[in-house]
């Protein structure tokens, strides 16, 4: 069962645009919520994380909005690059209970922003 | 600086043919995991290890063996590869205070 859903799979944007992916989780245990990139030949890398204590994270031109009550976040990438272009993962963990941690990932979302 | 080193990048081998990908961290980190990536299925979980000598199945850890006898690797083992194990495998690390979990370069395996 997968306890995050994130869509689209794949999305393309002109240069400028906002794209906008969306996360939705079901285990209201989770507490932590990163983002990862990941360029092609590479292995993810975390792009922003939030807690679900505020609404909305911005690092750069990377904003992560969170909705607990609706259980879903997303992340939109203003001014978006040819650069951007990359996959990008969801991913929730728990971090308050002190066990394993483990992080449960969404499908991920291959971005294409076109020149 | 600061990395996940896996080993070999590719690897092309036959059914039942047992083999080993090596991953090493150089960050003092407690726990690491396996990770196979397969194309809209995201990143799953395939062990973990929390330290030296303890390590836990994750979501998929059937046909894999893994062991922990030192701080910085983690090998992943394949007894008997099979076609259906033919994926992109990530290796990674992290802390126990920080939350941030540092991936390898992965590993491209095809099971003929």
């Known amino acids: 069962q997968q306890q995050v859903k994130q869509s689209p799979q794949s999305l393309i944007v002109q240069k400028g645009g906002i794209p906008i992916i969306n996360c939705a989780y079901e285990n209201t245990a989770f507490d932590y919520f990163p983002w990862y990139q990941q360029f092609p030949g590479k292995g993810p890398a975390l792009l922003i994380a939030?807690?679900?204590?505020?609404s909305e994270k911005k690092e750069g031109r990377f904003t992560i909005s969170f909705n607990k009550s609706a259980k879903q976040f997303s992340l939109h990438i203003m001014d978006s690059q040819p650069g951007d272009s990359a996959t990008y993962f969801c991913a929730a963990t728990q971090i308050s209970s002190g066990s394993a941690r483990q992080l449960t990932f969404g499908s991920g979302t291959q971005l294409t922003v076109l020149p | 600086e600061a990395q996940v080193t896996q080993n070999p990048r590719y690897l092309i081998t036959v059914t039942g043919k047992k083999l080993t990908v090596t991953c090493s961290q150089n960050m003092n980190h407690e726990y690491m995991s396996w990770y196979r990536q397969d194309p809209g299925l995201g990143l799953r979980q395939i062990y973990y290890?929390?330290?030296?000598?303890?390590?836990d199945k994750g979501d998929v850890p059937e046909g894999y063996k893994v062991s922990r006898k030192e701080k910085r690797n983690f090998p992943l083992i394949l007894e008997s590869p099979s076609p259906n194990q033919t994926s992109l495998y990530f290796c990674?690390?992290?802390?126990?205070?920080?939350?941030?979990?540092?991936f390898g370069p992965g590993t491209r395996l095809t099971v003929l």
């Open positions: 290890s929390m330290n030296v000598e303890v390590t």
């Open positions: 939030i807690r679900p204590d505020v």
């Open positions: 990674a690390s992290r802390g126990q205070i920080y939350n941030e979990q540092f």
